[in-house]
């Protein structure tokens, strides 16, 4: 019960990353693009890192137990590929105009787009992040299953990529009706389907939970980080500020978290 305690904190402690992006946007009164730049690559960074070097080998390790390795190896790399699929068709569901990757600046929305249409764009995002979300918390939680040093990186890196998804809801929402705290309820709200999706795919798949399902697991969470990352913070943050700081910013997360790694886990 203690591990199934802490990986719902985890995930839940990853989910509330939504509201810090959401004080961001609400609290601003014009957009700091350069400092989002860096933010999205410095994101995108730590997704990167984590997902090749910790959860990709997790993954193998975990199926390598079960069906040898190298059925491991292959089963690995389609479970990888198997997440960007999925991650894709989501996506791919989601009308472009409320996708992450259109954060919008907040001098922009405040000027340019009637309060109706910002409200529906605001409603629109929360739900969208909300069903992406799914995914990304029963993924934490499962990984919280596995222990600290593991599952810690990952809901760190899961956290600071919720923070831009807190800004894209909240942005919207607030200069639709100039409520602060519904701005931020909107935005936290899309943030707590993570702890949801953990619960709800613990409940279903608790008495399937093996090193196979783990492996599988991983290596899906893996693609989609990858995914995210390429597709959503690397176009947001170079549209944001010049090539040079989202590349910066991509090399900083990566040092940041691998330091991270060696140093406290």
């Given at each position: 019960m203690e591990k199934e305690l802490f990986a719902i904190l985890l995930t839940l402690f990853a989910g509330l990353a939504t509201g810090i992006g959401s004080l961001f946007a609400i609290i601003a009164k014009k957009t700091n693009t350069r400092f989002l730049?860096?933010?999205?690559?410095?994101?995108?960074?730590v997704m990167i890192y984590v997902s090749m070097i910790e959860i990709f080998q997790k993954a193998r390790e975990s199926l390598n137990s079960v069906v040898g390795e190298n059925n491991a190896a292959w089963l690995t790399v389609i479970s990888f590929f198997g997440g960007i699929l999925l991650i894709a068709i989501i996506d791919k569901l989601i009308p472009s105009n409320e996708n992450v990757k259109e954060i919008r600046?907040?001098?922009?929305?405040?000027?340019?787009?009637?309060?109706?249409?910002l409200m529906r764009m605001g409603s629109v995002t929360a739900l969208a992040i909300?069903?992406?979300?799914?995914?990304?918390?029963?993924?934490?939680?499962?990984?919280g299953l596995q222990g600290a040093s593991f599952a810690i990186p990952i809901a760190f890196a899961i956290a600071i990529h919720n923070i831009p998804e807190?800004?894209?809801?909240s942005v919207p929402i607030y200069h639709a009706t100039g409520k602060r705290k519904k701005a931020f309820l909107y935005s936290l709200l899309s943030g707590l389907?993570?702890?949801l999706g953990a619960l709800i795919g613990y409940i279903f798949l608790r008495r399937f939970l093996n090193d196979m399902i783990f492996g599988i697991v991983f290596a899906s969470v893996a693609g989609i980080m990858i995914f995210i990352s390429l597709n959503e913070l690397l176009p947001a943050?170079?549209?944001?500020?010049?090539?040079e700081l989202s590349i910066y910013g991509l090399i900083g997360g990566m040092l940041f978290i691998a330091l991270s790694l060696q140093i406290f886990i």
């Open positions: 730049a860096v933010s999205l690559g410095f994101s995108a960074g600046r907040v001098e922009e929305l405040r000027h340019s787009t009637p309060e109706k249409k909300g069903i992406h979300n799914f995914p990304e918390g029963f993924a934490t939680f499962i990984s807190g800004i894209a809801v389907t993570e702890p943050a170079m549209e944001y500020g010049k090539h």
